[in-house]
């Protein structure tokens, strides 16, 4: 099937400082991209949608000047989170799919776990 | 508002036995649902899904039935395997046309096999 990475896989920040996290589609080209977050506990909640080439779409409750989303080419999108805090400690998934692809064709990357001391 | 609700935080059953897990939701507007299974430090992969339009979809071990009027799925896992023990979540979508598909989880059940 697809593969979707994620790196890193495990990051640890100092508060105030901002965090990259990539998101690539290894073997297929992916109009649109998902970022998730997921609390202990707690199912994974959707922050943003991104498609290549336009400006991402947020969810409700979600600040865009914080979570900054690039979806740059079909293949990679990169979410930073700009000056951090022990609150946004969490994991972060990404998911991929295919253009024209059915609704199960979402492919997840395997998450990155930051932690903001 | 959690709409889509898994009320059972884990499970436990034995080799060979059937695993019931099962999902609530609250919006009617969901027609397109799916289970997602997820080991520890990777990513959901993709199980089973059902349309609104059916009760009942089955590939292979695994099936999903959907009851729309009490807002219930359950998937059922028969034999169930060790191999099968995992964090499993249920998800639905509104509208399943187009490309972006906007996926609600719940917060998952553990299913733990036990030999």
């Known amino acids: 099937g697809a593969v979707v990475s994620q790196h890193p896989s495990w990051v640890i920040c100092k508060s105030g400082t901002s965090v990259k996290i990539e998101c690539r589609s290894l073997?297929?080209?992916?109009?649109?991209m998902f970022w998730y977050r997921q609390f202990p506990k707690q199912s994974l909640m959707l922050m943003a949608t991104?498609?290549?080439?336009?400006?991402?779409?947020?969810e409700q409750g979600v600040e865009k000047d914080k979570f900054l989303i690039n979806h740059a080419s079909l293949t990679l999108s990169t979410l930073t989170v700009t000056s951090a805090h022990p609150e946004d400690s969490s994991f972060y998934i990404c998911?991929?799919?295919?253009?024209?692809?059915?609704?199960?064709?979402?492919?997840f990357g395997p998450g990155t776990r930051l932690t903001v001391l | 508002d959690q709409q889509v609700k898994q009320n059972s935080p884990s499970l436990s059953v034995q080799e060979g036995r059937i695993s019931i897990l099962n999902c609530d939701y609250t919006?009617?507007?969901?027609?397109?649902f799916l289970w997602y299974k997820k080991y520890p430090a990777e990513g959901p992969t993709f199980l089973i899904s059902?349309?609104?339009?059916?009760d009942k979809n089955e590939d292979g071990r695994f099936t999903v039935f959907l009851n729309k009027s009490a807002k219930h799925l359950s998937l059922h896992i028969v034999p169930s395997q060790p191999g099968d023990s995992a964090v499993y979540f249920c998800?639905?979508?509104?509208?399943?046309?187009?490309?972006?598909?906007?996926?609600?989880f719940g917060k998952g059940t553990l299913l733990t096999v036990n030999p």
């Open positions: 998911s991929a799919s295919e253009p024209a692809g059915a609704p199960d064709t979402q492919y």
């Open positions: 073997d297929f080209q992916a109009t649109t």
């Open positions: 991104s498609n290549e080439g336009s400006k991402a779409t947020y």
């Open positions: 919006n009617s507007m969901f027609d397109y």
């Open positions: 059902i349309s609104s339009i059916k």
């Open positions: 998800a639905a979508m509104e509208g399943s046309g187009g490309s972006n598909y906007k996926l609600t």
